[in-house]
């Protein structure tokens, strides 16, 4: 079984994975049924999480077997709840790149939000577009998330920048990406093509980077002010394992 799930979990494409996920999370709780780990978002113990990640970045305990969230999911949720006005301020115009399915329907309920979503091919986005020219007009939103798609696009400045203009002024972002804080600098070659060896040099067979600690340096180069959370200043360390966050991550919180 857990064989057969991490084939299917490497193999089968994105859009496929995230209609398959609604049956799958029916059945998964009660396999992990305990008390050990719990999700923030929502509000769910188990004995354990799944695990997920490809074969060179594969990971144990990280995966909520109801909501799918994953460590960036839990860090970012525990921002947006208790050091934001994200479920407080009242008509925030919010643009979501790459929805994730467990923060999907949860913003869209939101009676504060005006709530947008886009994708190149996610089936539960709004609209469907190229991150590298986005048909939005500028200075529209106060609020834009864009998580894991950095590391996938041919121009990452290019989609920043987009993202940056069409922020309103005082606007605020998170666009996290996988980071690898043993390399100084971000890792390309456009030489890498194959889907193996992207995944053995860049963690991932449809990655075409691996950033670095200079991540900052490519926000700011776009535009943004970057700011880091500290989440140790809020969570202790028990705290942090039960809900399985990556003790290494950084939550970058921008703002134009």
């Not at 301020?89 to 979503?117: G, M, R, S, W």
């Not at 529209?140 to 290019?158: L, P, T, W």
């Not at 193996?196 to 449809?206: M, P, S, V």
Request: net charge positive; hydrophobic share 35%; charged share 30%.
């Amino acid at each position: 079984m857990k064989k057969l799930y991490k084939y299917l979990l490497n193999k089968l494409p994105r859009p496929l994975l995230i209609r398959l996920s609604y049956p799958f999370k029916l059945i998964a709780p009660v396999l992990y049924k305990g008390d050990k780990v719990v999700c923030p978002v929502c509000q769910k113990k188990f004995s354990k999480f799944l695990s997920y990640g490809s074969n060179v970045a594969h990971r144990e305990n990280v995966l909520c077997p109801y909501d799918l969230t994953l460590e960036r999911h839990r860090l970012m949720w525990l921002y947006l709840k208790n050091h934001s006005n994200f479920f407080t301020q009242k008509d925030l115009k919010v643009l979501h790149i790459a929805p994730e399915q467990c923060y999907h329907k949860k913003f869209k309920a939101q009676n504060n939000l005006v709530y947008l979503t886009g994708d190149l091919v996610s089936p539960i986005a709004d609209m469907h577009f190229d991150l590298h020219d986005i048909p939005l007009e500028s200075d529209r939103f106060d609020i834009v998330f864009c998580n894991h798609v950095m590391e996938h696009v041919d121009d990452a400045i290019q989609c920043m920048r987009e993202l940056y203009r069409v922020m309103k002024p005082g606007g605020w972002a998170i666009i996290q990406v996988p980071q690898d804080f043993t390399r100084n600098s971000t890792y390309e070659d456009p030489l890498i093509t194959s889907p193996e060896d992207r995944e053995k040099h860049f963690w991932q067979k449809d990655h075409v980077r691996l950033f670095g600690k200079d991540y900052p340096d490519w926000l700011k180069k776009a535009g943004f002010s970057v700011e880091e959370f500290d989440k140790d200043a809020h969570y202790s360390k028990e705290t942090q394992e039960k809900y399985r966050l990556d003790t290494k991550e950084v939550l970058y919180i921008l703002s134009k």
